[in-house]
């Protein structure tokens, strides 16, 4: 008798074996769900948990773990926690206790981890390496072309923006998005995009080597004490009042022109504000008048970022405001786009804070290119911090089952078949090639393809890239076995390559969080022996 039902006894109850089929089909089918989407000519697919099973969302949760904590590796996740659970069907079948199964998966798991360590690459932390981690990962989210071009994007944002022994913060790269031409036309700007312009006709459209002085000072009429009847009793009172206020603005005005004047006269130096308050038409009039291009109302965001991107500090006054305080940028221009105004503010000496501009025809693809932008930008900062790469392209997964085959006949008692579900089947995969080149006729492609479902990565970039996976997996065995080096696959001939040659890579961190949770996730399905849903409650009067 379910323990739940003496509390409950409308509720459902599925007991042990029952159980475990519900959460392998639920694996088995999240799993053929994703599986098209792996690799660069994978399709792109969304996990929504909607009324799904609980083993559903407990894969689907384990895949935005591994989003949240890498930003990446989410598809194999899926695919490696089904294959898992399908191996498991096999020997459960076959009367193998469960909690055997997740010891050996525990054993596999941590074997797993050694072979990750050695076969990480340390790397210097380059243009080179970085363009290689970026480009594979770019590579999986959008058409090689743009791919290309987001590439080289996201490492020069990146470089632009790492400091010397400190963590590299990716908030310094605004993402902006600008719905206009074509997605390749996204680019780098060295500097910011003001996504507003100055508000006075007569202001110039285009400066070179501009001062920037970014503030936080009002420059406009405060109406609130002229207003409030205390102040004064008559007319010319008010009329005095009123000079009073506006002569303390024009006097904060007449500062700024005053160090342009002192610091651009004569000279091919411009000067440019950027006022987070406001700045009332008569002082935009005098401003204009200095040539000086002025914004108000700046986000607060930005100021941060245009001190960082062209030096000098955000003032909170003007008081002998000097030349030190201001930063500096070699060109400053607006652009119009429909109704909106942008101000760019580039060339600028060291940004410490870049944007991103993506252009695209429609929402959809800015969306699209925007995910990929920040995963490329994960995939790099991953790098800098694992200051190492694995080889990608499947080598890693091939050379994790030969490594784990030969560690499975080291373990003890039937646990290592759990050992094997990981790779138990290698060993079964090598035994049953030989054994298959013995057995004539179709029936060999039904013996290898128990044994191919080992290698699931593999396998379905192999599938993916239109390859027959059986012929694949031969060829990808056979060279692993002749060559020292980790060996992947090449989707465009479908021959084995050396993917550190081919520039192949992915990220340490990823791989080493696929490993822990997808081993984790399995065994927690397979343990659970009883799946309980509370029925409608008896309690109810
Ligand atoms: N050019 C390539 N040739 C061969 N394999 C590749 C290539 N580019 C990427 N891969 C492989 O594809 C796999 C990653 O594919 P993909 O990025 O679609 O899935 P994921 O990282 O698991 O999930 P996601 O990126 O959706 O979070 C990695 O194993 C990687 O080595
Ligand atoms: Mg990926």
Not at 88 to 94: G, N, S, T, V
Not at 345 to 356: A, F, G, H, R, Y
Not at 498 to 525: H, M, R, T, W
């Amino acid at each position: 008798m379910a323990a739940i039902s003496l509390l409950n006894p409308k509720a459902e109850v599925a007991r042990a074996a029952a159980a475990l089929a519900v959460n392998i089909s639920a694996a088995k089918g999240i799993q053929d769900v994703m599986r098209t989407n792996l690799g660069p000519k994978g399709t792109v697919k969304m996990l929504v948990s909607g009324a799904a099973s609980d083993s559903f969302i407990l894969i689907a949760r384990a895949s935005t773990a591994q989003d949240d904590m890498t930003g990446d590796g989410t598809t194999s996740t899926v695919l490696i926690i089904g294959e898992l659970l399908k191996q498991a069907d096999i020997y459960i079948a076959d009367g193998l206790h469960p909690r055997l199964l997740a010891e050996g998966f525990d054993k596999a798991r941590a074997k797993t981890l050694e072979i990750l360590e050695k076969i990480k690459i340390p790397i210097e932390v380059n243009k080179e390496n970085l363009t290689d981690i970026a480009r594979t990962s770019l590579k999986t989210k959008v058409h090689p072309n743009l791919a290309d071009v987001l590439t080289d994007i996201c490492v020069d944002a990146v470089l632009a923006i790492k400091q010397e022994n400190k963590p590299v913060d990716l908030h310094m790269v605004e993402i902006m998005e600008m719905q206009h031409k074509t997605d390749i036309d996204t680019q780098l700007i060295k500097g910011l995009v003001l996504d507003h312009g100055a508000r006075h006709p007569d202001m110039p459209k285009r400066v070179t080597n501009a001062y920037i002085l970014t503030c936080n000072v009002s420059m406009e009429y405060e109406k609130s004490e002229v207003n409030s009847g205390f102040f004064y009793k008559t007319a010319e009172e008010r009329e005095k009042l009123v000079q009073a206020e506006r002569e303390f603005i024009d006097q904060r005005v007449k500062k700024v022109i005053e160090l342009k004047r002192k610091l651009c006269n004569g000279t091919n130096k411009n000067f440019v504000v950027l006022n987070q308050k406001g700045i009332d038409p008569m002082s935009l009039d005098m401003l204009a008048k200095e040539g000086i291009i002025a914004l108000r109302r700046a986000k607060r965001r930005n100021m941060e970022r245009l001190a960082l991107a062209c030096g000098g500090i955000a003032l909170n006054h003007l008081d002998d405001i000097q030349e030190s305080q201001l930063g500096f940028a070699g060109l400053v221009y607006e652009h119009v786009l429909g109704e909106n105004k942008y101000t760019f503010v580039e060339e600028c000496k060291v940004p410490l804070s870049v944007t991103i501009l993506i252009k695209g025809p429609n929402k959809h693809t800015l969306t699209q290119i925007k995910d990929a932008v920040r995963d490329g930008l994960r995939a790099i900062n991953n790098a800098i911090e694992d200051k190492a790469l694995i080889p990608g392209a499947g080598a890693f997964e091939l050379t994790a089952y030969n490594e784990l085959m030969a560690f499975k006949d080291t373990v003890k008692g039937k646990s290592r078949l759990g050992t094997g579900a990981g790779a138990f089947e290698l060993t079964a995969y090598n035994e049953l090639m030989a054994f298959k080149d013995t057995v004539k006729g179709k029936s060999r492609l039904g013996v290898a393809a128990y044994a191919e479902a080992l290698l699931v990565i593999p396998k379905v970039l192999a599938t993916n890239s239109g390859f027959d996976a059986q012929d694949t997996l031969v060829k990808l065995q056979e060279e692993s076995r002749l060559n020292p080096e980790p060996i992947g696959l090449d989707l465009t001939s479908g021959e084995a390559i050396n993917p550190k040659e081919a520039g192949i890579f992915d990220n340490y961190i990823v791989k080493k969080q696929i490993i822990n949770s997808c081993s984790v996730i399995a065994s927690n399905l397979l343990l659970v022996d009883e799946i309980m849903r509370a029925g409608m409650s008896s309690l109810k009067g």
